[in-house]
């Protein structure tokens, strides 16, 4: 069986304290690096060893080829200026053998608008809790500067009508709070259900940034809806959130005993098991496509075979993907696995969020697809997504691609947690990485680049 290797930053502290305790001097900054680099050193000499010892037809491990040459996959966060989203083409051209991986963002951020347009519209004789003949939704934003957090919040402004638009772009500002409706970022909307005219009003939304400065922070959120429904509860008729994570924990809070639809994105298992209880519904960003493509557009570039292959052309193990799940984007050198929205009529395929996509979960052969070692970082080991269902997805693919992943988890906050232990890339033969902020690709390709 493969070595897996899960390095909390607990783990790499713990670590670079005892690398200290005996070197005694130091700089802070290289911490990370001094201690990861040590634990991996004594692990790649033994498979320099093992690997001598056995066939020559084992591709060496690292070593042969320039890391600026590796294959590099960005995923999740894509690279990308965090004020106006463009994106970083310098990084996703970094070589010809780098890519990124991630899913429509405006497909999903339409499907979750009008999944909950549609909850209203079949629920026209109860949505509106107090008879006031205004719909108050109250809307928690993951990350003011990510494209996916951007883009799920336009998807449902523009739904309920109450988008505003500055320069031909739907606002994504948090407003605060406005349960009076002066707001300048969003506006007042109008829906006719049931025969009558309603408001639509955005009650308050807030990014949810803890205080050491994690985004999509679920406790944050929680925090959030305790504070509106204090002040304004009776006029909540819905919970509307970027993520199921801090949807889950507005719904464990509030929502749920008191009955308010609470609406997420993700289709996390536990998210989807709570449908049953009255959770409004989320959107699959299809995590069991998105972990396939990531760890096999690295697989394909290190056996030398077209991008394709396994992806829209089937392998000789049969992985084949159709087109109803994924789009290529060759200008962008991006991959996009396409959403469904997950709700009281379907949430039942849905219910395991880490079981692998069937159509490619065929094992490949390690005569033509050796064992190869793999540097992987999840910008935030805490993200209710990344480590309850993107990594778990990860971790069952990496066997079937006869990959060996070595899994970093950051903090969420600080790039150089995570980049201090890219210390050593020689170690490896191509870098899965999800940054904390998309403006930072520079950090990791400087440190390949060296
Ligand atoms: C997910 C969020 C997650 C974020 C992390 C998004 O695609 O929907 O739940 O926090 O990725 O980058």
């Given at each position: 069986m493969k070595n897996k290797q899960v390095i909390s930053i607990a783990a790499a502290a713990v670590l670079a304290a005892a690398t200290f305790a005996g070197c005694g001097s130091s700089s802070g900054s290289s911490s990370g690096t001094a201690s990861s680099t040590a634990a991996q050193a004594s692990s790649t000499a033994d498979e320099a060893a093992a690997a001598a010892s056995?066939?020559?037809?084992?591709?060496?491990?690292?070593?042969?080829?320039?890391?600026?040459?590796?294959?590099?996959?960005?995923?999740?966060?894509?690279?990308?200026?965090?004020?106006?989203?463009?994106?970083?083409?310098?990084?996703?051209?970094?070589?010809?053998?780098?890519?990124?991986?991630?899913?429509?963002?405006?497909?999903?951020?339409?499907?979750?608008g009008q999944m909950v347009?549609?909850?209203?519209?079949?629920?026209?004789?109860?949505?509106?809790?107090?008879?006031?003949?205004?719909?108050?939704?109250?809307l928690a934003i993951g990350d003011i500067g990510h494209n996916d957090s951007i883009a799920r919040t336009r998807g449902v402004r523009k739904a309920l009508g109450t988008a505003v638009e500055t320069d031909g772009d739907?606002?994504?500002?948090?407003?605060?709070?406005?349960?009076?409706?002066?707001?300048?970022?969003?506006?007042?909307?109008?829906?006719?259900?049931?025969?009558?005219?309603?408001?639509v009003r955005e009650l308050a939304s807030q990014e949810m940034k803890n205080s050491a400065g994690a985004t999509w922070d679920a406790a944050t959120a929680g925090n959030a809806i305790s504070t509106w429904s204090s002040s304004f509860g009776d006029q909540i008729d819905i919970v509307v959130?970027?993520?199921?994570?801090?949807?889950m924990s507005m719904f464990n809070s509030?929502?749920?005993?008191?009955?308010?639809?609470?609406?997420?994105?993700?289709?996390?298992?536990?998210?989807?098991?709570?449908?049953?209880?009255?959770?409004?519904?989320?959107?699959?960003?299809?995590?069991?496509?998105?972990?396939?493509?990531?760890?096999?557009v690295v697989r394909n570039a290190l056996d030398g075979v077209d991008i394709d292959t396994g992806i829209g052309t089937a392998d000789a193990a049969g992985n084949v993907?159709?087109?109803?799940?994924?789009?290529?984007?060759?200008?962008?050198?991006?991959?996009?696995?396409?959403?469904?929205?997950?709700?009281?009529?379907?949430?039942?395929?849905?219910?395991?969020?880490?079981?692998?996509?069937?159509?490619?979960?065929?094992?490949?052969?390690?005569?033509?697809?050796?064992?190869?070692?793999?540097?992987?970082?999840?910008y935030n080991a805490a993200d209710n997504f990344l480590?309850?269902?993107y990594q778990p997805l990860l971790q069952k693919y990496d066997d079937l691609l006869n990959l060996d992943v070595d899994y970093i988890g950051g903090d969420g906050q600080t790039e150089s947690n995570i980049t201090n232990r890219l210390g050593n890339p020689s170690e490896y033969?191509?870098?899965?990485?999800?940054?904390?902020?998309?403006?930072?690709?520079?950090?990791?390709?400087?440190?390949?680049?060296?």
């Open positions: 056995t066939t020559e037809a084992a591709a060496p491990t690292g070593g042969a080829v320039a890391n600026k040459d590796k294959p590099v996959c960005w995923f999740n966060r894509q690279p990308s200026n965090s004020t106006t989203g463009e994106l970083d083409m310098t990084a996703l051209n970094f070589n010809k053998d780098t890519y990124y991986v991630g899913f429509d963002a405006n497909q999903g951020a339409e499907l979750q347009e549609k909850y209203i519209e079949d629920h026209a004789d109860t949505i509106d809790r107090n008879g006031d003949g205004v719909i108050g939704y109250v739907i606002d994504a500002n948090p407003v605060g709070t406005n349960t009076d409706g002066s707001a300048k970022d969003v506006q007042d909307g109008k829906l006719t259900v049931g025969g009558k005219e309603y408001t959130s970027n993520n199921d994570g801090m949807g509030w929502s749920q005993a008191e009955k308010v639809p609470t609406f997420g994105y993700d289709a996390n298992s536990d998210a989807v098991a709570a449908i049953a209880n009255g959770y409004g519904g989320t959107i699959s960003q299809h995590a069991d496509v998105q972990a396939y493509l990531t760890l096999r993907l159709t087109s109803d799940v994924y789009e290529y984007n060759a200008d962008q050198r991006s991959y996009y696995a396409l959403n469904v929205a997950v709700t009281a009529d379907n949430y039942q395929d849905f219910t395991d969020a880490t079981k692998t996509y069937a159509p490619v979960s065929n094992q490949l052969d390690a005569s033509t697809s050796p064992n190869k070692k793999v540097w992987l970082d999840i480590s309850s269902t033969d191509a870098f899965c990485i999800n940054m904390v902020k998309t403006d930072n690709a520079a950090s990791y390709t400087a440190l390949l680049s060296q």
